[in-house]
């Protein structure tokens, strides 16, 4: 992936992550402008962002909705964290974002294993404590797919 597209899709993720922790919500001006620049790119060019074939962006996109509809349907995430992931699919394809729900999922398995161990967890951070999102039964998400976003294009995902 070039290094612009590398640093484009990084920025947009950390500021869906950061609104995200503030509000317990993300944009839809951040999430549908980033679901259309996808699709577009995939349309004039005839691969994704990332370089993936269009056959493999749509089926991101396909799987991003897969794996996000049933837990914002049961009220686990929110429509911020679908477009999200539908985004990523698109402009990267498959493949990525299976690495990247697959890297979210550990960092959220090892986040909720090390936060009884915190002492101090700034406002912020509480909106990622489990027991919180047992209570209001959403999380925010979108830190996780950002490291997960981050970790696939260490990898070369």
Known sequence: MPPLAISLILLWAGLCSWQDLRGQRISNRLTYPAILVALAWLLLFHHSI???????AVCGGVL???????GHIRGYFGGGDVKLLAAIGIAAGASF??????VAALSLVVWVLLLPRLT???RPLQRLAPGLA???KRLAYAPFIF?????AMLIGG
């Open 147 to 151: 490291i997960g976003i981050g970790v």
């Open 50 to 56: 990332a370089g993936a074939t269009p056959a493999d």
């Open 64 to 70: 991003a909705l897969a794996f996000g509809l049933p």
């Open 120 to 122: 101090a967890i700034r």
């Open 97 to 102: 974002l299976l690495y990247v729900v697959a």
């Open 134 to 136: 047992l209570g209001q």
